[in-house]
């Protein structure tokens, strides 16, 4: 079964740019009507939708994070990607790639990152 | 503070039924039928339960249902058993500028 894993570094320092890999195996990135998400938690709190790409390239973003968020798509590598940047402590948080069927909604979920903004 | 408002907390016996609400406002909730469910427990990934107002993804329980009054989303579990203590969190389209926008979750705790 399709399954997604996120990788990259758990410590950025603030100013940064903090950058996220997710890996898709169990099947192709390019298979099916899907859009691919970033999703962030900070601890103790709820969830925060930040973007989204499709295997076209096209992307969505928050407006409230739109000015400072790249997702991109490598399909030879079956991933998707975040880039942020100008990075504070309020972005400390677990980050999560999810899959969206073409409507708005998050059927399969990575088991979640945890990065840390901190000098 | 989070787009869409949800109680911080409900509780119920196990065999009770609760209901967790999700109050939007027109430009999500209301205007469209695309309110999400989520399940999270602790130190895990969340777990769609419901999509589009009302269906459950295959696996999930009968137990699970959802609906929609106006403004207003529902959760509805029946039959609480102590695995479905946990956080729950709602989730709506919000139109071609928001695009998506996620409640602040509400813990259920099964007595």
């Known amino acids: 079964q399709v399954q997604l894993q996120e990788s990259g570094p758990g410590l950025v320092k603030p100013s940064q740019t903090l950058s996220l890999t997710c890996t898709v195996s169990g099947g192709s990135i390019s298979s099916g009507s899907y859009y691919w998400s970033w999703i962030r938690q900070p601890a103790g709190k709820g969830l925060e939708w930040i973007g989204r790409?499709?295997?076209?390239?096209?992307?969505n973003y928050n407006p409230s994070l739109k000015s400072r968020v790249t997702i991109s798509v490598d399909t030879s590598k079956n991933q998707f990607s975040l880039k942020l940047s100008s990075v504070t402590a309020a972005d400390t948080a677990v980050y999560y790639c999810?899959?969206?069927?073409?409507?708005?909604?998050?059927?399969?979920w990575g088991r979640g990152t945890l990065v840390t903004v901190s000098s | 503070q989070s787009a869409l408002t949800q109680p911080a907390s409900v509780s119920g016996s196990p065999g009770q039924s609760i209901t967790i609400s999700c109050t939007g406002t027109s430009s999500d909730v209301g205007s469209y039928n695309l309110v999400s469910w989520y399940q999270q427990h602790p130190g895990k990934a969340p777990k769609l339960m419901i999509y589009e107002g009302s269906k459950r993804p295959s696996g999930v329980s009968n137990r699970f249902s959802g609906s929609k009054s106006g403004n207003t989303a529902s959760l509805t579990i029946s039959g609480l058993q102590a695995e479905d203590e946990a956080d729950y969190y709602c989730?709506?389209?919000?139109?071609?500028?928001?695009?998506?926008?996620f409640g602040g979750g509400t813990k259920l705790t099964v007595l």
């Open positions: 999810a899959r969206a069927p073409n409507h708005w909604y998050f059927d399969l």
């Open positions: 989730c709506s389209y919000a139109g071609s500028s928001t695009y998506v926008v």
């Open positions: 790409i499709y295997t076209s390239g096209s992307t």
